[in-house]
């Protein structure tokens, strides 16, 4: 129902940074929580992080990646420090509707709006 937009992404070297952005429409962006999922070719998609009444990471990105919101300017944030090779995919923004984390971990879902994705690609 909310519509997304993300953009941010390119090509960066190991150990470099990019901030993705995801422009909600709509009056209702504070309601909902968002995400980040990212998907590789060949791959299942998976998930990157949440906000919502928290904060949530997936192991592999703890430490490096940070999830924030700006309910001003509807738009919700993944600044991605220390970039692996092994971070490169599509990455997608989505918004469900719940506060605290589901029961037995957040998954796709658990969103029910998507972004197109933007790409992000890691060289070595």
């Known amino acids: 129902q909310v519509q997304l937009v993300e953009s941010g992404g390119g090509l960066v070297q190991a150990g470099g940074s990019l901030r993705l952005s995801c422009a909600a429409s709509?009056?209702?962006?504070?309601?909902?929580?968002m995400g980040w999922f990212r998907q590789s070719p060949g791959k299942e998609r998976e998930f990157v992080a949440a906000?919502?009444?928290?904060?949530y990471y997936a192991d592999s990105v703890k430490g490096r990646f940070t999830i924030s919101k700006d309910n001003a300017k509807n738009t919700v944030y993944l600044q991605m420090n220390r970039l692996k090779p092994e971070d490169t995919a599509v990455y997608y923004c989505a918004a469900g509707y719940w506060t605290w984390q589901p029961a037995g971990g957040i998954k796709s879902a658990d969103f029910g709006s998507w972004g197109q994705g933007t790409q992000v690609t890691v060289s070595s």
């Open positions: 709509g009056r209702t962006f504070s309601m909902y929580a």
């Open positions: 906000i919502a009444a928290s904060t």
